[in-house]
């Protein structure tokens, strides 16, 4: 669209056609509109009352598996399966849980390491935690 002045009649003056620049706006709002509600759920949790309990610091095990398949329980060695077992559940039903670290030699037999990580899952034991050598 153009004006003409009566006064001179070569100069035109043009418009700025503002027909995209309110195209891009009215995309932007309609985008603030549909990310507004995504923002506003709420997540409901359950959060305990009163002062946080007292940090009880759970006791260590070490349970060492050794070249020849020997197993230790904090450095006593095992005589067999059952008596794992029994150590291992001695230790799950103990309160706070105690944490176990297994540790493996390099040629530790893979049975032995697979044994233990079996009969920790099947006695309940929840903190088991693989120790690497040094």
Same mark, same amino acid.
């Given at each position: 669209?153009?004006?003409?002045?009566?006064?001179?009649?070569?100069?035109?003056?043009?418009?700025?056609?503002?027909?995209?620049?309110?195209?891009?706006?009215?995309?932007?709002?309609?985008?603030?509109?549909?990310?507004?509600?995504?923002?506003?759920?709420?997540?409901?949790?359950?959060?305990?009352?009163?002062?946080?309990?007292?940090?009880?610091?759970?006791?260590?095990?070490?349970?060492?598996?050794?070249?020849?398949?020997l197993?230790?329980w904090?450095? $006593? *060695?095992?005589?067999?399966?059952? =008596?794992? /077992?029994? &150590?291992?559940?001695q !230790?799950?039903?103990?309160?706070? $849980? *105690?944490?176990?670290?297994?540790? =493996?030699? /390099?040629? &530790?037999?893979?049975? !032995?390491?697979?044994?233990?990580?079996?009969?920790?899952?099947?006695?309940?034991?929840?903190?088991?935690?693989?120790?690497?050598?040094?």
């Open positions: 669209m153009s004006f003409h002045l009566p006064e001179d009649e070569g100069t035109e003056f043009s418009e700025i056609n503002t027909t995209p620049l309110i195209d891009v706006l009215l995309v932007l709002l309609v985008m603030l509109i549909i990310t507004i509600p995504i923002q506003t759920h709420a997540v409901k949790l359950d959060l305990p009352d009163g002062p946080p309990p007292l940090a009880v610091t759970p006791e260590v095990v070490t349970v060492e598996v050794a070249d020849s398949g197993i230790r904090n450095g $006593q *060695p095992l005589a067999d399966g059952a =008596a794992l /077992d029994e &150590a291992l559940r !230790a799950s039903t103990r309160q706070p $849980q *105690p944490e176990l670290h297994l540790s =493996a030699s /390099d040629q &530790a037999p893979y049975a !032995a390491v697979a044994q233990v990580m079996s009969s920790a899952q099947r006695l309940g034991v929840k903190k088991l935690g693989l120790v690497g050598g040094g």
